[in-house]
């Protein structure tokens, strides 16, 4: 979906030289293939170390680099005023880009889709990865119902797998567990009678067999359990993330770890290339 498409994509800079040094190897990598204009926005002091690194490299035309005294709320006016027409998070504060998504755009609750890849290559959707985030049967329907309009966009076939905190047999050992279940089975029900054309399953507490079967869109039983689960798969478990998407606003933004590597800067970069118009 990058192939022949030419935006203007802004990534935030943090602190962190290293990892300022990774998002922009991330950059220079996809314009060798693409023609978008990739705009590093950061400080004086991590502009000044880039700008070495450019002059190191030579031609690099599709690279700019935008010096603002705050670049958390910098990024976020470039976009307001059409500077730029996406946003990857890069190396900025994660709380700081909360508050400034929630001023911008008004959102009551925050959304973020996942891309994670098992070690042995299985790519899926996966939500939630915020500890806050989509821990009820209402907030899940909303999650999911936005996921599907991600996958439109992107022409894919869903195919959802609903995860509880046990198995069937364990309804009864523990209030959580049998709510996480039930949620999970009122799920299901309710896209059969509302959306059957959707392939929904409740594969209990075994996330393993989500993966055997393939599905496409893991829904955590909570966003704790889901932030553990993405944290253990690729910083412990040698799977990667290729970024999240900020779902349900008008503009495209990528969300990817302040720890992230060089393949999920990356993979956020190309997410955020391919979803804009």
Known sequence: MTVGKSINLGVGLGKDFSHNLKIFEAACQVSQNNSS????????????????????KGDLANINLIEGQDPDQHIFALLKNKTINAMVRGSISSSKFLKNVNKYYNVSEINRLAILETIKGHQFFYGPVGIDECNTFTKKIEFINKSLEMFRLLNLTPKISILSGGRTSDIGRDKYVDETIKIAEDIVKYYQQYNPEIMISHDEILIERAIEKQLNLIIAPDGISGNLIYRTLVHLGGGKAYGAIYMGIKHVLIDTSRVGNLDEIKGAILLAIALSP
């Open 37 to 56: 204009k990739i705009f590093l926005i950061g400080n004086k002091i991590s502009i000044g170390h880039l700008s070495k690194e450019i002059n190191n």
